[in-house]
Each structure stands twice: as C-alpha cells, then as structure tokens.
C-alpha cells in the first residue's frame, strides 16, 4: 500500500506545486511592463519629479481623484440597485432588463463620447433644435457643457456600470434565501433586509466590481483626451508620445501605478477575511417581490434610464451617423477586421481565465505573502494605460529577440529575426496584463461563496489541490467563470492603445480602424466599426445572462 500511495502523494504534491509555479509566472509576467516603468522612472533621477510637482501633478491628481470619485458613485448606486431589481423583484419588463442593462458593456467610452457630443454639442442636435425653437442667440441661454469632467464621468459610468452590475447579480444569485427570510420573519422591511443582509453577503463581488470601474477609470485615455480633462493618463500619452519625454511619462504612470497599488490595498483591507456561506443556497431560495402600481412603474423608468442613455440612444446615433459613410462591410477588409478582432478576443479571454484560476486559487491555497503579493501584482495592470504596458513589454522581449539574433548570426550564421516582437502572442500577453484584474475580481467574488469545508471534505475524499479546483471549485463557479469570460473578451474588442503599439503587420482590428476613421475627423466613418464592435459584444452579453439565470 505504501509503494502505491507514495506516487499519488507525489504526484499531487507536483501539481500543487506546478500551479504554485505558473500564479508566481504569471504575476511575474504582470511585474515586467512595470519594472520597466519604474527602472525608467529611476532614471530621472528628481529634477523631473520636481518640475511635474511644480507644474502638473497636482492638477492631474485632483482630477483624476474627482473623476474616480464620481464614477465609483455612480456605478456602484447604478450597478448595484439594477442587480437588486432584476433579480429580487419582479416589474414589467424585467426580463427585457436582465439583458438590455448589460448593453452599455459593448460600447468603448470614447465612441460614447462621439455620439454624445454630436448630439449636445454646441452645433449638435439638442442646442441647435433649442436656438430654432425660442430664437436665442449662442449668448442668450445656458447648456450643460459636454466636453468637461462632469461630461467625461457621465460616460465612463454609463459604460461602466455593467461591471458591478454582472458580479453584483451573480452574487445575488448564488445567495441563499434563508437569511433573507429570516430577517423578513423577524419584522425587517424588504429595503431593510437588503441593506442589513443581502448587501453585505455580496460585498466582495460589490467591491469587486467597482473596484475594475474605478481602475477602468484611471487608465481611460480616449474619452478624457477628447473632452479635453487632464488626468494621468493624458499626461502619460502627451508626454511618452508627443513630447518624448520618457522619463517624465514613466514618472507619471509610476504615480499612477501608486495610486491602483493604495486602491487594491483599501479594497482589500475593507473586506478583510469576511466570508459569506449557505450550504443551502439556491435550494431556499427567497422569492422574488412582486412590484406593482406606482412601485413597478417607478423600477421600469429606473431601469430604463440606463439602457436609453448607456446603449439605445448612442445606437440610435451612431447608426444615422454612419448611414452616409460609403463604409461596407460586406468587404474582404471589414471582414478582415472582425475576423482579427474575434480571434484576439478569444483567444485572449481564454488565456486571461486560465491565468486568474491559477492566481486566485493559489492565493486561497497557500494564503501566505507570496500568493497575496502575487494577486496584488496581477491586478495593477488593469490601472496602467495599454500604451505603457505594449512598450514596457516590447522593450524587454525586443531586447531578447536582437540578442538571440545576434547570437544565432555570430553561432550559426542563421538569422532568427524577430521572434516574439511584433507577434500575436505578445500582444495577447499585453492583453492579459491589462484586463486580468477583471476575471480576478469575477472569479474571487464567486470564490468567497465556497465554503473552506468543501475543501477540507474534498482533500479528505482523496483529491488533491489540483483535483479539488476542477471537481468542486470550478462547477460553483461557472457563473463567476463565464462572467469573467465576457469582461476579457469585450475588453479586448474595445482595447485600442496596445494593439495600435503590439499589432503585427497588416494586422489591423475594428478598433483600429475606429480610430484612423476618427483622427481623420471622419467621425460618420468611425460609427460603422463602433457599431460592429457593439453588435460582436451582444451575443456574449446574452449568452452570459442566461447562463447566470440557469446556475
């Protein structure tokens, strides 16, 4: 007997150790574009650290801290009150919202920017139907200013919302309705219920979620660019791109790199080792609260209110945009360019999952400084703009690719030319980088709902760690999963900076083609693969959705 438990030991010993391994890799590969930031900040030394406090740095903090404050508000009372009402309760129209109110995810915020602008702007639609109407003059009346920070918080959060909205629901659904219940028998109003137990039990996925909209925020250049708001991320890119002051962006985005790392850190201090479990869960469930008269009509214009400004008023827009664009996209090029931009998606939604299964059941297996230290470097880069981390990647891997050149030319007089550079593969990497803080936060709110017993039951049971992650963790988690997988894959359709940078040749993507079409001023042009972007981003969003109802 002994001879045949030795091996199994082993072998279980060997995967635990081989996914102890590949989390460490891959927080190590999170680590590379950063070190890269810091040894060129370092570089410096602090005469530039002193002109860009004397200067800028101010300016760009206050603005940035205000527009991560507006937005974590407004996703959080958006995402979080949407959840509650389509899950918990039942108003017309409800099984309309349980999809439509994940819409805005498709669309980047920078084309809600266009569409926004083209409407309110000064020669838009609303002021110019306004001036017609009363015969005021440009002087004589006053508008909301879209191109601003109020403007710029506006659409990150109608575009962001989504984010807290699908792990808040998914949380709400794995709860079970046996302290709901409890707490009604008790004497506590339906709103009194939700605030004292259904809102603390989804805390880590609540937090979670606001957590990536924050960070989402942070790294957003395109709509703070073209609203003219100075944050980090615009003095990043006007500084590494336009005045070629590498120093002085790195000292930026190191700044920027501080303030994700005091974010995490609070985020995680905040939730503390608070776990929520039910072995009963779904199986008691609560049922839903009928919302009729007034009530019903009030939660359907709540509901509404989302959608019609976050998805079908930007649609409306941009399609009559882009009806005289002369774009086809029945064309060898467009399909091109969704055929690019599906497989990146893919592909790199894919390899992100694998990558924040890993980290985050590491960290639940060892619990130590190494597995947190590497969960807290895979979630800075969703903070660091997609620019900083393809050069903070290219700089490294180029240097490798000239090295083994040089070294095969002078060995074997064979040129191996640039292997890694320029290639799919590290673009996909890149794309890990940016976007593994959101399947982290998808799969670490599903994970707290997982009962440390189940593991000590499943370890007893004969499993190993490997073992226990595939037949226990894993099938509770599936709605945790396939959310996960929807975040990543709409990322990366919307992802611009880095795939600019990373792209191979001749490898262009809907969002690249976006953003030629808009730099030319061409913006009708620009609204075609905009659109295609949206419409590639609803089928997931369905499926996701009823696969969330169904777990």
Known sequence: MADVATPVKKTKRDSARALSWFAVLVAATCALPMLAVLLAAMSGGVETVRHLADTVLGDYARTTLTLVVLVATGTFCVGVGAAWLVTMTRFPGVRFFEIALVLPLAFPAYVLAYAYTHVLDHPGIVQATLRDLTGWGPRDYWFPEIRSLGGAAAMLVLVLYPYVYLLSRAAFLQQSGTTFLAARALGSSPWAAFFKISLPLARPAIAGGVLLAVMETIADFGTVAYFGVQTFATGIYTSWFSLFDRVGAAQLALCLLSFALLLA????????????????????????????????????????????FGALLPIGVLFSMGLGSEQNLLSARYLGF??????????AAVVTVLAAISVGFY????????SSGAAYVARLGYAVPGGVIAVGLLVPFAAFDNALDAWMRATFDISTGLLITGSIWLLVIAYMVR?????????????????????AASRSLGQGPVGTLRRVHLPILTPSLLTALLIVFVDVMKELPATLIMRPFNFDTLAVQAYRLASDERLEGAAVPSLVIVAMGLLPVILICRQVKRQ
Do not use: K
């Open 435 to 455: 976007f593994l803080a959101a399947a982290l936060g998808a799969y670490e709110g599903g994970q707290a709902m997982v009962h440390v017993n189940m593991d």
């Open 265 to 308: 850190m609070l985020e995680r201090l905040q939730r503390g080792d608070a776990r929520y479990h039910d072995p009963a869960r779904r199986a008691n469930a609560a049922p839903p609260l009928t919302l009729s008269g007034w009530r019903g009509v009030f939660a359907t214009a709540l509901c509404a209110v989302p959608v019609v």
């Open 338 to 347: 969704i055929q690019n931009s599906a497989t990146l998606a893919s592909v």
């Open 363 to 370: 960290q639940r297996l060892d619990g130590g400084r190494r």
